[in-house]
């Protein structure tokens, strides 16, 4: 069930009916009972997958609390017959026995992901190398289910486990509730990767029927709609042109067709955050944001800080901090420090930590030598830019350029337009074609196609360009305004006319101008794959 | 209380305006089949008439372009009507039987046996064409049910206006002249056309694997007869004398052996053509693949005689009602023969008769 299938718009609407009219505290296990319902339509065999990740998560966390809670009372009752000593060595066995379960569990989830996921890529890799060595012999592919969004319901139970570790959060004593927060059906098409003590805030809560509230979920649903059907659905026919072609279509093209995908990946990557929010929101449920306005961002950094919020959170809360402190990278740091001097030193173990987490950044988005790339591209730009940072601070204060609102938006349009470059290695499957793309862009002779009316070739017609030129305007424009507040809050303080042409006019713009029914071929969420 | 008021009429105007606005712009989005793909529009003009009649066509082209019921009234006093589309696959004719049968029970049916050769719906746009015609009855349900491809969803059929959202690029000026009316485009049925484009190089059909129908068709055939059967309606199949697509030797003796074992009447017009006297020089306007109305008219001449003499269908001429029903509409035959005779600029050569003579 896609989020712009009829099933899934009739698959809410029974949900919603149902939601208000039941007793109140069985609110909750209607919401799992359709999650499971959404989740088997997806393929009964991927079942068995979160039931694994659930149960297992559910009972390492109960059993880490049960230790700790143990710990606590044995102290408590020794209190005066322990030394400090001896407390000491109790509390760093029964930790180690913590660690044990916590790495067993995540070991065996992220292990069941690495299977799933990237057991033919490392066959593929393998097969290569026996290839290159003059070995005939080659290992056969797997025919595995990829289990829609396990990389999501993976580090969010992983995710939740640590926070139980390190004590952040209670473990939840029920099942059925826990087995809610996993498999929770709006986040399962791609995220976002929810933490449970935020979460579950709101998802047992009992909820009762506000209209305020239920109208702004359907108007954050709509807005995500017209994001997903107006612009990413329509634009995707440029970007598959472009990209199924590169024989055709280098140089200028891949100028444009890089735009085409930046615009396509936020409007539908977007879109369909927000429609899992607005989902939830008309049922009473708080879901984090995931986005600030990413493409206003003036550095890579500050990027990473606003876009896919909750992957960048997760990877710097469960990866890069972890890592940064193990044993190995404290002896690291002592070494380098030692070897390369204080100010050089102690950098060195916070590249090694964001080399791992721009590793597994990359390797999360695809089993793709291409997504590897992608991650280290990042990594080495934010790196080459925290090392020019004193070179930044001092060209700014020379021209005098900081906080002017010309250099403000250069910032933007560079920082765009590097993100689009990086983008490409997302669109070609190989790093071969996606390096000679890149290459092919920068010694264009056909910059022409620009305005000799090539462009209308992509699959797009002059009334598509129309389309999309208003609809992004309307994007950019939305996103400023949202600056000085939520716009929903400003549309809802305006009159009741307006405020009905606004999201009635938004609607039949979905409707008319929306790319759905026959002849579209109902393309995925592009973060579903992940 | 005062404030709850408020709401309400807020709530009232709100939902007319929106019915009210998606009511005119699914009117006004739909294909109105009127000046441009007429084929889409024969279908429910159906429910316009006085349903009164002995025999009813089902089927596709091959019996919407080959056979005129106002030559059936002129010449046989029969009173005809063809529900027939483009491509009208035999699932859509028989639940187009069971819907006409909901208004009348005509003395027969012929049943063109052309769309045996398909086992699944070959096109969206067809099945679009046919079954929008038809008014929402349970015949309508499984008709849609039996034709929709994979791609197709039920909804788009219940709410036209998902299916054509789009059309707003394209709309015409008949999109608004037939917003909320509409004009007849066919005569019982039948589609007039008196231009002329000889057969010729007709080419050969393409060897098959197979030759046999499939299940599905014959398990409409079979519905068919049996609803005809239990109605006491005599089934006549026939095979129109279009020469392409072709109609394969094989598949003639199926249907032949079909109608010898329910002792059905089976009449390929293929191989009588000679005998009506079809001149495909003459009386075709597609190079064969359908008649003109020379050629429709010659074929609707010899079916009267069978339908009279064989079938025993009586000539009806002395009901008032019904003659002046058809004086009508064999004057509007007349009209828009000498309007295509002008268009095409070719010289009438047919003895006019009165409707009632």
């Known amino acids: ?530 | 209380m005062k404030q709850k008021t408020e709401y309400g009429k807020k709530a009232v105007l709100s939902i007319a305006a929106v019915g009210i606005s998606l009511f005119l712009l699914q009117r006004l989005l739909v294909p109105k089949y009127v000046d441009d793909v007429v084929e889409g529009a024969f279908i429910r003009e159906y429910y316009k008439e006085e349903k009164d009649f002995d025999v009813i066509f089902v089927g596709d082209c091959e019996v919407y372009e080959n056979f005129s019921p106002a030559v059936l009234w002129r010449d046989y006093g029969i009173n005809s009507y063809i529900r027939g589309s483009a491509e009208q696959y035999i699932w859509q004719s028989y639940y187009i039987l069971e819907d006409t049968l909901r208004y009348e029970m005509p003395k027969a049916v012929i049943f063109n046996v052309q769309s045996l050769q398909f086992e699944n719906a070959q096109s969206e746009a067809y099945n679009r064409m046919t079954l929008e015609g038809m008014k929402w009855s349970p015949s309508k349900v499984n008709a849609i049910r039996a034709s929709m491809k994979p791609e197709e969803q039920f909804l788009d059929y219940v709410f036209p206006l998902l299916r054509y959202h789009t059309r707003w690029s394209e709309l015409t000026s008949s999109d608004f002249a037939y917003l909320f009316r509409t004009k007849r485009v066919s005569h019982n049925g039948y589609y007039m056309r008196v231009d002329v484009k000889p057969a010729e190089n007709v080419p050969e059909g393409r060897p098959l694997k197979d030759y046999s129908f499939g299940e599905n068709a014959w398990k409409y055939l079979d519905l068919m007869r049996e609803l005809c059967k239990k109605n006491d309606i005599q089934l006549i199949l026939i095979k129109a004398p279009s020469l392409y697509p072709h109609w394969y030797d094989q598949w003639d003796e199926q249907v032949a052996d079909y109608a010898g074992k329910y002792d059905l009447a089976y009449l390929n017009f293929l191989e009588l053509a000679d005998e009506i006297g079809i001149d495909y020089s003459k009386d075709t306007y597609d190079a064969g693949l359908h008649m003109n109305l020379s050629g429709a008219e010659k074929l609707s001449g010899y079916l009267g005689a069978y339908l009279t003499e064989q079938a025993g269908m009586k000539n009806r001429k002395g009901e008032e009602k019904l003659c002046e029903i058809w004086e009508e509409k064999l004057e509007a035959y007349e009209e828009e023969k000498q309007r295509q005779y002008q268009f095409y600029g070719i010289k009438e050569d047919f003895n006019e008769r009165s409707s009632c003579d």
């Not at chain 1, 790495?103 to 992901?113: K, P, Q, V, Y």
């Not at chain 1, 976002?192 to 305020?212: A, D, M, V």
């Not at chain 1, 987490?357 to 089993?367: D, S």
């Open chain 1, 1 to 530: 069930m896609f989020f712009t299938s009829y099933e899934f718009i009739g698959f809410i609407a029974a949900l919603f009916l149902l939601y208000y009219r039941i007793p109140k505290k069985y609110q909750w296990m209607l919401l799992l009972a359709a999650s499971y319902v959404f989740y088997f339509m997806a393929g009964a065999d991927a079942l068995i997958y979160i039931l694994v990740t659930t149960v297992t998560t559910f009972f390492t966390a109960c059993k880490i609390e049960e230790n700790e809670t143990r710990q606590k009372i044995y102290l408590k009752e020794k209190k005066e017959e322990l030394t400090r000593e001896e407390k000491k060595e109790y509390k760093d066995g029964q930790k180690k026995i913590r660690f044990r379960w916590l790495i067993f569990c995540i070991l065996l989830n992220i292990g069941i992901l690495a299977v799933v996921k990237y057991a033919n890529f490392a066959i593929s890799n393998v097969n290569d190398i026996l290839d290159a060595v003059g070995k005939k012999q080659q290992i056969s592919y797997v025919t595995l289910i990829l289990p829609m969004g396990i990389s999501f319901y993976t580090f969010q139970a992983v995710g939740y486990l640590i926070d139980v570790y390190r004590g952040t959060c209670a473990a939840e004593k029920k099942l059925l509730r826990f087995a809610l927060f996993v498999s929770f059906f709006p986040q399962l098409i791609q995220g976002p990767i929810s933490r449970f003590g935020n979460l579950s805030k709101t998802l047992y809560k009992e909820h009762f029927f506000e209209g305020k509230t239920v109208a702004y979920g359907l108007q954050r649903m709509l807005w995500g709609y017209f994001k997903k059907m107006v612009i990413a659905d329509r634009i995707l026919a440029g970007v598959n042109t472009i990209i199924c072609d590169t024989s055709t279509y280098n140089g200028a093209y891949i100028f444009v067709g890089m735009i085409f995908y930046t615009i396509e990946l936020y409007a539908d990557f977007t879109g369909g955050i927000d429609i899992t929010i607005g989902i939830a929101e008309t049922m009473g449920i708080q879901m984090e944001e995931n986005f600030i306005r990413p493409y206003f961002s003036k550095s890579l950094k500050e990027y990473w800080q606003r876009w896919h919020i909750s992957m960048s959170s997760w990877f710097r809360d469960y990866i890069f901090y972890p890592v940064s402190v193990c044993k190995p990278m404290l002896n690291l740091l002592k070494f380098s420090k030692k070897q390369l001097g204080d100010r050089v030193g102690k950098r060195l173990p916070v590249y090694v930590s964001s080399f791992l987490v721009w590793l597994a950044t990359g390797i999360w988005h695809g089993a793709s030598w291409n997504f590897i790339v992608w991650g280290l591209a990042n990594w080495i730009i934010l790196m080459i830019s925290e090392e020019l940072e004193p070179w930044y601070e001092k060209f700014h204060k020379r021209f005098s350029v900081k906080g002017k609102m010309s250099f403000r938006l250069f910032q933007i349009g560079r920082t765009f337009l590097l993100i689009c470059i990086l983008n490409l290695f997302d669109c070609y499957t190989s790093l071969a074609d996606t390096f000679g793309m890149i290459r092919s862009m920068f010694t264009a002779q056909n910059w022409q196609i620009l305005w000799d009316g090539s462009l209308l070739s992509l699959g797009l017609m002059a009334l598509d360009y129309g389309i999309l030129t208003v609809s992004v305007t309307s994007l950019i424009a939305v996103s400023l305004f949202q600056r000085s507040g939520s716009v929903r809050d400003q549309i809802a303080a305006k009159s009741y006319p307006i405020r009905f042409c606004a999201w009635y006019g938004l609607f039949l713009l979905v409707l008319l101008l929306g790319v759905y029914g026959i002849g579209y071929d109902a393309s995925q969420f592009i973060y579903n794959r992940f």
